[in-house]
């Protein structure tokens, strides 16, 4: 068995390490999600915003996209990637669009942040072990 086809310690460790953000990147607006389904409410601190499923539409389809990009991720496929970003972003439209109080309690820059740090957590891997990525 040659060297090139099991991967490196130091990119298993990246892959996970990255694996396991994305995973609660993923995780804990699904569980806001499903309660604020189950209650009517989606709450973010002190703001309580009313909501029904026709208003939470376009973030329960970025959640789905957004375990699509993990499981994918998970499998090592580039595409995996791309698409947690594409979810998060599309979060970001559903918010923008849906449920603009969100940003009431949270500022524009920790969005920014976010994002930095999203893109990085899941670009990272993929480019510094290209080979690794399919």
Same mark, same amino acid.
């Given at each position: 068995?040659?060297?090139?086809?099991? !991967?490196?310690?130091?990119?298993?460790?990246?892959h996970?390490?990255?694996?396991?953000?994305?995973?609660?990147?993923?995780?804990?607006?699904?569980?806001?999600n499903?309660?604020?389904?189950?209650?009517?409410?989606?709450?973010?601190?002190?703001?309580?915003?009313?909501?029904?499923?026709?208003?939470?539409?376009l973030?329960?389809?970025?959640? %789905?996209? %957004?375990?699509?990009?993990?499981?994918?991720?998970?499998?090592?496929?580039?595409?995996? +990637?791309?698409?947690?970003?594409? +979810?998060?972003?599309?979060?970001?439209?559903?918010?923008?669009?849906q449920? !603009?109080?969100?940003?009431?309690?949270? !500022?524009?820059?920790?969005? %920014?942040?976010?994002?930095?740090?999203?893109?990085?957590?899941?670009? %990272?891997?993929?480019?510094?072990?290209?080979?690794?990525?399919?």
């Amino acid at each position: 068995m040659s060297d090139s086809s099991s !991967p490196s310690k130091a990119a298993r460790i990246l892959h996970w390490v990255a694996f396991v953000f994305l995973f609660l990147m993923i995780a804990q607006p699904t569980v806001d999600n499903i309660r604020a389904l189950m209650s009517g409410a989606l709450v973010m601190g002190e703001l309580s915003i009313p909501v029904t499923p026709g208003k939470m539409a376009l973030h329960l389809l970025a959640m %789905g996209v %957004g375990w699509v990009g993990l499981v994918l991720f998970f499998r090592k496929k580039k595409l995996g +990637a791309y698409v947690s970003i594409g +979810a998060h972003t599309l979060g970001l439209v559903a918010t923008v669009t849906q449920t !603009p109080e969100m940003f009431d309690v949270m !500022p524009p820059a920790v969005v %920014g942040v976010f994002f930095v740090v999203l893109v990085a957590i899941t670009l %990272g891997p993929v480019l510094a072990f290209k080979d690794q990525y399919t």
